[in-house]
């Protein structure tokens, strides 16, 4: 599974930003894709994630200012974040796990990581 981060930028205080995690390769296998994000001198964080039956979780802080959404029809997850804070800043990645059966019967799981796309948020 390959990921394709996209939509970062600068914006101000209060401004919003989509973000797109496009997943090309076994699509068929992810599970659950998540978006992360790393500020400077901080350890990466989960943000949001939701899984392929439709199942979502945010964190705290995000939890409604953040939307993140799925297309099936184009193997993207979307992260539409509104009411940005400087806080938000940071380097956003998406991650997708996996999870199939091989011929030879065994369960394998993974996870794969796209890119970071970087948001900054001005005060």
């Known amino acids: 599974v390959q990921l394709q981060a996209s939509g970062g930028g600068l914006v101000q205080a209060g401004g919003s930003l989509r973000l797109s995690c496009a997943a090309s390769?076994?699509?068929?296998?992810?599970?659950?894709t998540g978006w992360y994000r790393q500020a400077p001198g901080k350890q990466r964080e989960l943000v949001a994630e939701?899984?392929?039956?439709?199942?979502?979780k945010y964190v705290d802080f995000v939890k409604g200012r953040f939307t993140i959404s799925r297309d099936n029809a184009k193997s993207t997850v979307n992260l539409l974040m509104n009411s940005l804070k400087p806080e938000d800043t940071a380097v956003y990645s998406c991650?997708?796990?996996?999870?199939?059966?091989?011929?030879?019967?065994?369960?394998?799981?993974?996870?794969?990581w796209g890119q970071g796309t970087q948001v900054t948020v001005s005060s």
């Open positions: 991650k997708a796990d996996t999870f199939r059966v091989t011929d030879g019967g065994e369960y394998e799981v993974a996870a794969y």
């Open positions: 390769g076994s699509t068929s296998t992810v599970r659950t």
């Open positions: 939701i899984s392929s039956g439709g199942n979502i």
